[in-house]
């Protein structure tokens, strides 16, 4: 069976790989594309660990196949900090301490920008509810939560 | 396994119709991508129906709505004008799993993967939802009660596939409700659901209903008794009690490790009588 020829933009960038049919967008992301920060988690939609968005739609990557993002735009953890520029998601989850072991953080990031880009001013029940997607075994949500708030606020002053 | 992205409505029709070995319908992939993980199926193809136009759209049809088969669960919850119409059905399908999960399920896909518990059939169901199915015959237009035929079966032929979802004109001092009960409060499976529909008369009682069960027996329930015992009524206590107790006796439900039969004998009671009462406040009945 001859591979699938697959033209997207990742990150801005525009990006071209060759996938089985079978292949979801989380494998060519790391295995082809070595963008290796979406992580798998459960690899069925219930853990978030692998949340990226498809033209600005927060999706779980391994639910995704990697031959329906022709032509779409695709954006990762990896397209989320400016240069050595954090985002300021980024900047209030080492500064809160938001994280411990880390598989979580890269899925939970790109899941709160897209709620951020959303709504600049969540509450955190709408913080928590829009975030219940994505599961941490470390941290018991409080300091994400509070991270994800003080980023919230950070840069609606910004702005 | 071969990948197909038709464009037209009747090229999938065409591509489905070619495959002799197991052949799927790729919309949200919610359902499909775990099962092709887990080795549940093993397709030798796969249509994907996303690159279809027609089927992304939300349109207005004869005072109703008709729901393209590839339009995601986050897009009917933005959809004002929908959700104004029929809150219980954009709020059943807002039930179903995470933002993640939002962001590509589908209201099609749901009642053809045909779950029990699946949270947006019994709202369609007390609407009076059609769904249209396309094939090599043509189109016909099947009720959604006569799609899941039992669990993880439907009465699809090989070669067609739902188009869209049809919800018709919600008429003059009607609306409808969801309400289903899980363990917590997110990100989880029903253990009972209950949409309910109604329709008020200009002195405030109930001159139509209909209530549909979900999660109590191997595919939703319309419960025509239950109907009977609100119509006519001004929804007083009498009424919704006698409501309830037609619905929990409506419910065959199995035990398993969400709850016990007989505790979700009890909760569909609970849940009508709650998800009428929010349907009547919501089509202009006196708030409770």
């Known amino acids: ?20 049919a079978g292949d979801s967008l989380l494998d060519v992301l790391r295995d082809r594309l070595s963008l290796t920060g979406s992580k798998e988690g459960c690899g069925t939609g219930d853990c978030g660990a692998c949340s990226v968005t498809v033209d600005g739609r ?32 980024q900047r209030m989850f080492i ?5 411990q072991c880390g598989i979580c953080t890269p899925g939970i990031l790109v899941a709160a920008r897209s709620l951020l880009e959303r709504n600049p001013d969540p509450t955190e029940e709408e913080v928590r509810y829009w975030l219940a997607g994505n599961l941490c075994r470390c941290t018991g949500y409080d300091k994400i939560i509070r991270a994800v708030l003080a980023a919230a606020a950070e840069m609606r002053e910004a702005s | 396994m071969q990948y197909l992205s038709p464009t037209t409505i009747e090229e999938a029709v065409r591509y489905l119709a070619a495959q002799t070995g197991d052949c799927r319908i790729l919309a949200g992939g919610t359902d499909l991508l775990v099962q092709l993980r887990s080795g549940l199926a093993e397709p030798e193809s796969i249509v994907d129906i996303k690159r279809i136009d027609d089927l992304h759209q939300i349109s207005r049809e004869d005072g109703g709505w ?14 004002a004008a929908l959700a104004a119409d029929w809150p219980g059905v ?4 807002n039930l179903i799993g995470s933002t993640q999960i939002q962001g590509r399920a589908t209201l099609a896909g749901n009642l053809c993967n045909a779950s029990p518990s699946a949270d947006s059939v019994p709202a369609m169901v007390a ?11 043509g189109t016909r237009d099947v009720p959604v009660i006569d799609i899941p035929t039992g669990p993880g079966q439907n009465a699809l032929a090989r070669d067609e596939f739902i188009a869209s979802i049809f919800l018709p004109a919600r008429p003059e001092r009607a609306a409808d409700a969801y309400l289903r ?13 209950c949409g309910v529909f109604l329709k008020l008369g200009e ?12 999660a109590v027996a191997p595919t939703v329930l319309l419960v025509e008794d239950a109907a009977r015992a609100l119509i006519g009524t001004s929804l007083d206590d009498a009424a919704l009690d006698a409501f309830a107790a037609a619905c929990s006796a409506a419910a065959k439900p199995i035990s398993d490790k969400r709850g016990t039969a007989e505790f979700r004998v009890h909760v569909t009671g609970v849940l009508a009588r709650r998800a009428a009462l929010i349907a009547k406040n919501r089509a202009g009945g006196a708030a409770q």
């Open chain 2, 203 to 214: 002195d405030g009682t109930c001159a139509d209903a209909r209530v549909a069960l979900g």
């Open chain 2, 127 to 137: 609407a009076g939802a059609v769904a249209r199915v396309v094939g090599p015959d």
């Open chain 2, 66 to 79: 008709r729901i393209g088969a590839a339009v995601s669960g986050a897009e009917m919850g933005e959809h």
């Open chain 1, 95 to 99: 500064k809160h301490a938001a994280l």
């Open chain 2, 181 to 193: 009960f899980i363990p917590r409060t997110e990100m989880d499976i029903a253990v009972v659901g």
């Open chain 1, 1 to 20: 069976m001859s591979k699938i020829h697959v033209t997207t933009t990742i990150n801005g960038d525009p990006a071209e790989f060759l996938c089985e």
């Open chain 1, 58 to 89: 927060l999706v779980c990557s391994c639910l995704v196949l990697g031959a329906e993002v022709e032509g779409r735009s695709v954006e990762t953890i990896e397209g989320m900090a400016d240069g050595e520029t954090l985002h300021p998601l």
């Open chain 2, 90 to 93: 954009v709020e059943a399908v």
